[in-house]
């Protein structure tokens, strides 16, 4: 067969391949348990193929690409135009084939092992963060039941600890006391485990020479540091810094027609753990800007005094994901830029 492009579905167990020639002609649709993909691509000579960015994707990509066959993933909302009507797993496969060809389509660097294994540890860190908040939830609502309340903030969480620990500091039965005592123990244990993971995270910050240059950037720490270095795997595949934040998800929406420019809020778009740790960050820088004259804090001071908290947190993640971008493709480490002179009036 003169296949030159493939689009698979994946699947759990049974994936659907949908083959095509350079005309466009259907040559094969076929459905593959899996255990039969690896051989079957291992037979075809080399050609496009097509895969949803989706799980297990980066893992069939390489597998895939290992056979000496061109390998791309395509974001799913970018697929979903080219699914004619229905959803099956054919129709499906069918809108890949199609969407991989278009010369002006967008696809999602394959991530080697060793990054996904780096994103790994920032996926179990944010779910276990979750947990903890849970838990933190969970007690104060169980405390506030017996009347006993503290004030908010995470570090507030041991004054109940150290009041369950004495006998005599609170008038609540023994069944619930032992109950509190359950969720103390799931919450310390919590810690020690998000402490092993951000050991782990620093270890391999320290490792890595881009996350270390991410880092000299106001509001990035080793952690989002790692997280970009892992998650972007080549910068160079956006044109601008513009193009990066856009594609976290940290630009304005445009709502434009009949040549009038409307921007909404952010997208939201894109990968939002990198969106969240960005708008983290700069909502801590903002709070740390007493003193410092460089060009970043004095904008970001002055653009405070005319507009909300929460919209200069969100102005300052995007300029921050651009610097990260220039700092990637460049090389060098984040220097701080000049205040502006201001120019006395004639």
């Not at 782990?200 to 240059?213: F, G, I, Q, T």
Request: glycine share 8%.
């Amino acid at each position: 067969m003169n296949v030159t492009t493939i689009g698979l579905d994946l699947a759990k167990r049974i994936f659907q391949v949908h083959a095509a020639d350079a005309a466009g002609n259907v040559l094969l649709k076929r459905k593959l348990q899996r255990a039969e993909v690896d051989a079957f691509f291992a037979g075809l000579p080399p050609c496009l193929v097509g895969i949803e960015a989706c799980g297990t994707a980066h893992h069939w990509a390489r597998v895939i690409r290992a056979h000496g066959h061109d390998v791309r993933l395509i974001p799913p909302a970018y697929v979903k135009p080219y699914v004619r009507r229905g959803k099956t797993d054919a129709a499906d496969a069918a809108a890949i084939c199609e969407a991989v060809s278009r010369p002006h389509m967008r696809f999602v660097p394959i991530k080697s092992a060793e990054q996904q294994a780096g994103l790994l540890h920032h996926r179990t860190r944010d779910l276990l963060v979750r947990q903890r908040t849970m838990l933190i939830g969970a007690l104060r609502g169980h405390f506030a039941e017996f009347g006993i309340v503290v004030p908010a903030g995470q570090h507030r969480v041991g004054q109940l600890v150290a009041m369950l620990q004495d006998d005599d500091a609170l008038d609540i039965p023994p069944l619930a006391r032992e109950g509190l005592r359950g969720l103390v123990g799931a919450l310390q244990a919590l810690e020690d485990r998000i402490e092993g993971i951000e050991k782990v995270l620093m270890r391999e910050h320290k490792a890595n020479p881009v996350s270390k240059r991410l880092a000299t950037i106001p509001g990035i720490g080793p952690i989002t540091a790692s997280a970009i270095a892992a998650t972007v795997t080549d910068p160079t595949l956006f044109k601008s810094g513009r193009d990066l934040a856009a594609w976290i998800g940290l630009v304005p929406k445009p709502h434009s027609s009949g040549g009038k420019e409307k921007l909404g809020s952010v997208s939201k778009q894109g990968d939002r753990y990198l969106r969240r740790l960005l708008t983290v960050g700069a909502t801590a820088a903002m709070r740390h800007l007493k003193g410092k004259t460089d060009g970043l804090s004095v904008w970001t001071r002055e653009l405070m005094e005319r507009r909300p908290f929460r919209l200069v947190s969100l102005a300052l993640a995007n300029k921050m994901a651009r610097i990260a971008w220039a700092v990637m493709t460049r090389g060098e480490t984040f220097r701080a830029p000049p205040a502006p002179v201001a120019v006395a009036p004639a």
